[in-house]
């Protein structure tokens, strides 16, 4: 509906791995629409289209490391014990962050409305189609199952005209094109009909209160989760850069073809699509919406590829030799974190985005990580700053 044009930033917290080895994750695609606004169109594509570079990337090393821990016919891995790992504090983690977590948490304690009609802040989901005197027109047509009503995402009426509906309700609304419209100049200052359906209507609390936190977590007040959420966040930081970091020391010598293979076309045909659904070709999509050309995608796609693949395979070498081990107890009681930090409300679209095969990598790999950051030495960040880098073996 919206153009979603999105700078090459193909991980997305936990989504990087997880919407590439998802079953068949088609979120943040959209349908292209001209009833979107200019000024959305604009905040959704971003201001950097710069492509990643290696010292973003975190990818396995060509050679050897000098002190080799574990080795095989795949990897040869740099020792994993007694790094040097910056330490992170819960006051290093910054208020929008912070923010990001409650809004998250708050989306996954979403709920579907059945009972009432729209109101201004539900998220809804409707199809739609638009006409101009009678007569369809092109990008007037299309879904969203996003939409928050009041939001301005949409051309002046379009929201409007949905409060009010009732689930299930199809209903035909005026809205006007802005007078000045680049999306599509020739619909600039024009009114059109569109045909409404409301096909789902989602309620999502629009503050994190003591109440909230009391009901749905065992914390007794808001700043109890708050310090919690941010000791949380720090940790997380403070594990990622060790990994980032340590990924660069190790060396894979032979990735699996077929994963590669597997992410590679996973990826691309997410942007084919998504320059489709924008009325785009690749190429247009790739230089206009980022920036970049074909080559340096394809460069960009093999770097996030071989990192994604390696995480795995580093993460699972490193368990073995240690006895590290992901009980099914462990998986079961991590689903529902999994969800509040992604800001996922129903299970089933969680695991239709989410498969259980990467979920399990992941967490594995976060126990491995854990153990690391325990065998590990924290420096304080002027001690780091003058005398060590951020990560370094003993």
Same mark, same amino acid.
């Given at each position: 509906?919206?153009?979603?044009?999105?700078?090459?930033?193909?991980?997305?917290?936990?989504?990087?791995?997880?919407?590439?080895?998802?079953?068949?994750? @088609?979120?943040?695609?959209?349908? $292209?629409?001209?009833?979107?606004?200019?000024?959305?169109?604009?905040?959704? @594509?971003?201001?950097?289209?710069?492509?990643?570079?290696? $010292?973003?990337?975190?990818?396995?090393? #060509?050679?050897?490391?000098?002190?080799?821990?574990?080795?095989?016919?795949?990897?040869?891995?740099?020792?994993?014990?007694?790094?040097?790992?910056?330490? %992170?504090?819960?006051?290093?983690?910054?208020?929008?962050?912070?923010?990001?977590?409650?809004?998250?948490?708050?989306?996954?304690?979403?709920?579907?409305?059945?009972?009432?009609?729209?109101?201004?802040? /539900? &998220?809804?989901?409707? *199809?739609?189609?638009?006409?101009?005197?009678?007569?369809?027109?092109?990008?007037?047509?299309?879904?969203? *199952?996003?939409?928050?009503?009041?939001?301005?995402?949409?051309?002046?009426?379009?929201?409007?005209?949905?409060?009010?509906?009732?689930?299930?309700?199809?209903?035909?609304?005026?809205?006007?094109?802005?007078?000045?419209?680049?999306?599509?100049?020739?619909?600039?200052?024009?009114?059109? %009909?569109?045909?409404?359906?409301?096909?789902?209507?989602?309620?999502?609390?629009?503050?994190?209160?003591?109440?909230?936190?009391?009901?749905?977590?065992?914390?007794?007040?808001?700043?109890?989760?708050?310090?919690?959420?941010?000791?949380?966040?720090?940790?997380?930081? &403070?594990?990622?850069?060790?990994? /980032?970091?340590?990924?660069?020391?190790?060396? %894979?010598?032979?990735?699996?073809?077929?994963?590669?293979? /597997?992410?590679?076309?996973?990826?691309? $045909?997410?942007?084919?699509?998504?320059?489709?659904?924008?009325? &785009?070709?690749?190429? @247009?999509?790739?230089?206009?919406?980022?920036?970049?050309?074909?080559?340096?995608?394809?460069?960009? %796609?093999?770097?996030?590829?071989?990192?994604?693949?390696?995480?795995?395979?580093?993460?699972?070498?490193?368990?073995?030799? #240690?006895?590290?081990?992901?009980?099914?107890? #462990?998986?079961?009681?991590?689903?529902?974190?999994? &969800?509040?930090? $992604?800001?996922?409300?129903?299970?089933?679209?969680?695991?239709?985005?989410?498969?259980?095969?990467?979920?399990?990598?992941?967490?594995?790999?976060?126990?491995?990580?854990?153990?690391?950051?325990?065998?590990?030495?924290?420096?304080?960040?002027?001690?780091?700053?003058?005398?060590?880098?951020?990560?370094?073996?003993?």
């Amino acid at each position: 509906m919206r153009k979603k044009i999105l700078a090459l930033a193909l991980c997305l917290a936990l989504t990087a791995g997880m919407a590439a080895c998802g079953k068949d994750n @088609q979120e943040g695609q959209g349908d $292209s629409s001209a009833a979107s606004t200019e000024s959305n169109t604009q905040a959704e @594509q971003g201001e950097s289209s710069a492509a990643p570079t290696e $010292s973003t990337i975190p990818v396995p090393a #060509e050679t050897a490391p000098e002190k080799v821990a574990l080795e095989n016919d795949q990897l040869a891995l740099a020792e994993y014990t007694g790094l040097k790992v910056l330490r %992170v504090t819960p006051e290093d983690i910054e208020a929008n962050t912070l923010t990001n977590r409650k809004n998250n948490f708050l989306a996954s304690h979403s709920e579907e409305i059945t009972n009432r009609p729209a109101e201004e802040g /539900d &998220m809804v989901a409707v *199809d739609f189609s638009g006409a101009l005197d009678g007569v369809k027109f092109d990008g007037g047509t299309g879904s969203t *199952d996003d939409l928050v009503l009041g939001s301005g995402s949409m051309i002046p009426g379009f929201e409007d005209g949905i409060i009010g509906m009732e689930l299930g309700e199809t209903k035909d609304v005026t809205a006007k094109f802005p007078d000045t419209y680049s999306n599509n100049p020739d619909l600039a200052g024009k009114e059109a %009909v569109f045909t409404i359906t409301l096909n789902k209507i989602i309620f999502t609390p629009s503050e994190l209160t003591d109440e909230l936190v009391k009901e749905y977590t065992d914390y007794d007040s808001l700043e109890a989760w708050e310090n919690a959420a941010r000791e949380d966040l720090a940790h997380s930081l &403070m594990t990622q850069e060790m990994w /980032d970091a340590y990924i660069k020391t190790c060396q %894979v010598k032979e990735y699996p073809e077929d994963k590669i293979k /597997d992410y590679t076309e996973r990826m691309t $045909s997410f942007y084919e699509q998504l320059a489709q659904a924008n009325g &785009m070709t690749m190429d @247009q999509l790739l230089s206009q919406g980022m920036g970049i050309t074909r080559e340096e995608f394809d460069a960009t %796609v093999d770097m996030y590829a071989k990192n994604d693949t390696a995480k795995p395979m580093i993460a699972q070498a490193i368990a073995d030799k #240690e006895g590290i081990a992901l009980s099914d107890e #462990e998986y079961e009681s991590r689903i529902s974190y999994f &969800m509040e930090i $992604s800001g996922h409300y129903d299970k089933d679209a969680f695991f239709e985005q989410y498969s259980e095969e990467y979920l399990r990598s992941y967490m594995l790999q976060q126990k491995v990580q854990d153990f690391m950051l325990e065998k590990a030495e924290l420096n304080e960040p002027e001690e780091t700053e003058a005398e060590t880098t951020t990560l370094a073996a003993k």
